[in-house]
């Protein structure tokens, strides 16, 4: 059966490439503009904090995971991600950099923009690669990042993802815009897994 | 020392910037600041005030090593004003006129969504 799921890229490449955008978007006026601070999992994996900030000047900081497991040729895995953080009274641990779920407050509220949205439970097609089957998962929906390609878009030429001119500062710019745009609300929630 | 193209000077990152006496004619020279959305990078560029707006979208798209694209937009980033329309004006004109004074840009593709 044809499947829709592009190829993964070749790690050691892209892992390369990532590496290469990674520093010249981390040491950039615009990373320290905006205050994005970068944690590296790996050399296939970041976290990125950002932070948006609602009409009223209150501001809300998030996690970002990043993936090159198709890099450069499509935009990095994209997803707002719960920190690790110890046992604490009524609170379990938790390990890792998990999916923020729906409602949570690791995952913000954004009205939909005509460049963006972020969908807390969309269900992918079925069979699709990073989705897991049957079962909604977030969507950061913008030609950004890459589950916007696995999701029956069809952005046009000038929308699309373009090896050599994007790098995964343009997810971080976009979901930035989003964060500080009147369209920015806050958490989606108090869920705090 | 940033490298010059045709009387365009692209600066060096960490490169300090000889301020020019601004007075009526704006100096001889003044410097573009670009951010560029699509990369997460910003260029500086030093221009003769005598240089069209265009030459200076020209060696920004040399610098980001792109090509213009229908969707693209060049907005001031004080207050978002198109600056392709001005592309036949000089850098003095574009001051004149009274357009983004302090020459920040900002740069973006299209993008889909939503």
């Known amino acids: 059966m044809p499947s829709d799921v592009p190829a993964v890229a070749d790690p050691e490449i892209a892992a390369a490439v990532f590496a290469d955008h990674l520093t010249r978007v981390q040491t950039g006026e615009q990373a320290r503009s905006n205050g994005w601070a970068f944690t590296r999992l790996d050399p296939l994996h970041v976290v990125v904090t950002v932070s948006g900030k609602r009409q009223s000047g209150e501001r809300d900081e998030y996690r970002v995971k990043l993936g090159a497991e198709y890099y450069d040729v499509y935009p990095p895995t994209t997803s707002f991600v719960c920190p690790p953080r110890p046992a604490t009274g009524n609170q379990p641990a938790r390990e890792g950099w998990t999916e923020a779920p729906p409602g949570s407050r690791w995952l913000p509220a954004v009205a939909p923009l005509e460049w963006f949205a972020i969908h807390p439970a969309y269900s992918f097609p079925g069979g699709v690669a990073n989705a897991r089957d049957g079962v909604p998962r977030q969507l950061v929906c913008c030609s950004m990042t890459f589950e916007y390609y696995i999701s029956s878009h069809q952005p046009n030429a000038g929308q699309r993802w373009q090896q050599g001119r994007h790098t995964l500062g343009a997810t971080l710019t976009r979901i930035q815009d989003a964060l500080t745009s009147e369209q920015y609300q806050g958490p989606a929630g108090a869920v705090d897994p | ?114």
């Open chain 2, 1 to 114: 020392m940033g490298v010059e193209v045709d009387g365009i000077e692209v600066l060096a990152e960490d490169e300090a910037v000889t301020a020019e006496p601004v007075g009526p004619d704006h100096g001889r020279r003044r410097v573009v600041t670009v951010a560029n959305k699509d990369s997460a990078e910003t260029i500086r560029l030093r221009v003769p005030v005598t240089e069209a707006i265009e030459s200076v979208i020209e060696a920004m798209h040399a610098e980001f090593r792109i090509e213009r694209s229908a969707d693209d937009r060049l907005t001031c980033r004080g207050d978002g004003e198109d600056v392709y329309q001005y592309g036949a004006r000089t850098l003095a004109q574009y001051l004149d006129e009274g357009h983004c004074p302090n020459l920040h840009w900002v740069f973006v593709g299209g993008t889909g969504g939503a």
